[in-house]
């Protein structure tokens, strides 16, 4: 079941001069966020994220398109109405946003007074919070005597007190050095798997989303220019964008500097193999080669592993006749599914 669904959604902001076109930061953006998902959206500082996180939270109009929250079309809802849509919203930010002035604990009860809870509802509520982020003995401390993954975890508690469906982490982990960043998403995991939270989680690090994520749109300009499954997104990417993005996490293929290198240092065609798992066998690809009386040499690969399945690129290189390669190559595609990137025209 859908709980956030956009529809041809924009949002162009006036231009600073008259005279010039209005910014257009959200183009013509269509996205279902199912129940359950942990959904990244990836792209480039500029592409139009934090703009797409405002829509979303009903912070700023759309100016064109339908966005449904929860059931609810936030298009063309009143003031007080969207406050009502927020509350089932909660939000962390890359700085964190906390109450310098407040305690943990009155950071975390915020909005629980702000929602109207009783006194004993709240402090309850702060306390099992506390635990779940794994920070009770800092409910007395003030945010400057954290660390930036222990302020996180303040963040996400408060997110999380009044119970909101969809969590909406914006560059969250953006901040933290890598082990904290880690120590982050396996406690936004947690939230996902053990609270049934949604996870919308905006990023430009690609390693975020193959650490977290179980849907990824990728952003590029305003648009969303690819989108699907994780698994599919990294083991295939269509777009050249994307590719750029997948290739900065992904082991086993070469840059073009390093494909120059392996021509140089190699005698023969370089040609690369892409696995996923489910193909047949990536034995066969060796069987039909040797079969074919080719000379070859594994030159360059790794294997990825996103949420449990893997996929995987080995690159070798073939040595033999033309046409000798091209039968075998021909045969390979046939019948292991095995995606070929290859140099010199091979493809
Ligand atoms: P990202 O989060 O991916 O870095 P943003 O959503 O912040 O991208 O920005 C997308 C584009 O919209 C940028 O060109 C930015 O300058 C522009 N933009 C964002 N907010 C505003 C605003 N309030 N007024 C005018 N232009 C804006």
Redesign the pocket.
Known sequence: MPIVTLENVSKA?PPTRAADAP?V?VDDVSLHVEKGDVFGII?Y????????VRLINALEPATGGRITVNGTDITALSERNLRRVRGGIGMIFQQFNLFAAKSVRANIAYPLKLAGWAKHDIDARVTELLAFVGLSDKARSYPEQLSGGQKQRVGIARALATRPAILLADEATSALDPQTTHEVLALLRRVNEEQGVTIVIITHEMDVIQTIATKVAV?DS?KIIEQGDVFEVFSNPQHPASQRFVGTVIKGIPSPSERALLQERHRGRIVTFSFRDGDSSQAQVFVDLAGAGLDFELIYGGINDIRGRAFGHLTLAIRGTDAAIDTVLTRIRAHVAVTEIAEGGVL
């Open positions: 902001y910014v930061a792209g500082s500029g592409a139009g994220k934090s703009t797409l952003m305003g």
